[in-house]
């Protein structure tokens, strides 16, 4: 169901205008204003949820079902080198629209706009560290 606060089912609807990429029944893939690099496109679920947390699988399903393929058509649009996926959850991690969406930024090489910048803790954690961690995050999962 659409939330009425909502920016991206605003879109889904045509109450707000965007450069529409793709859409079927359950997905709707469009640019994003920022164009970080060229081509850059959000991929959303037509149901609202909010992000990651909130997603039903069947919705997870349907909506990264179709990301190969509009991967496919940006490389083949414009011939990038590579193209990162990105999704952001919650405003620490820079989520700015409260509708789960997959950012796809083709990459054109180095400067081409994009970053991201990672460190590496490889020395922090010992092979049992990694184990007992990794068992905490099983024991979670429902
Ligand atoms: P995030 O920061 O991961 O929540 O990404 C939200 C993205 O939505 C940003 O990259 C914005 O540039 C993009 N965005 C916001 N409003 C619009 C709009 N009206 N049309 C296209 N993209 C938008
Ligand atoms: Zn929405």
């Keep these: 169901m659409a939330h009425e606060d909502c920016i991206f089912c ?4 045509g109450d707000i205008p965007s450069a529409k990429v793709y859409e079927d029944d359950q997905v709707y893939a469009f640019l994003d204003i ?6 850059h496109t959000l991929v959303i679920p037509k149901t ?5 947390y909130e ?3 069947e919705v997870a399903s ?6 190969p ?7 083949a ?6 193209m990162n996926l990105l999704n952001n959850n919650e405003a620490p991690a820079d989520q700015s629209v ?14 081409d706009g994009y970053s991201s910048n990672w460190n590496v803790h490889t020395e922090d954690y010992t092979p049992e560290d990694l184990q007992t961690m990794a068992a905490e995050i099983n024991s979670e999962i429902k």
Aim: charged letters at 20%; a positive charge.
């Design 62 to 67: 349907e909506l990264f079902a179709r990301v």
């Design 10 to 13: 605003k879109i889904i609807a």
């Design 55 to 57: 997603t039903p699988s």
């Design 48 to 52: 609202h949820v909010k992000n990651i």
């Design 34 to 39: 920022s164009q970080v690099t060229k081509g």
């Design 98 to 111: 409260f509708h789960i969406h997959i950012h796809l930024i083709p990459r054109y090489g180095e400067g």
């Design 69 to 75: 393929r509009i991967a496919n058509a940006i490389k």
């Design 77 to 82: 649009a414009y011939k990038p080198v590579g």
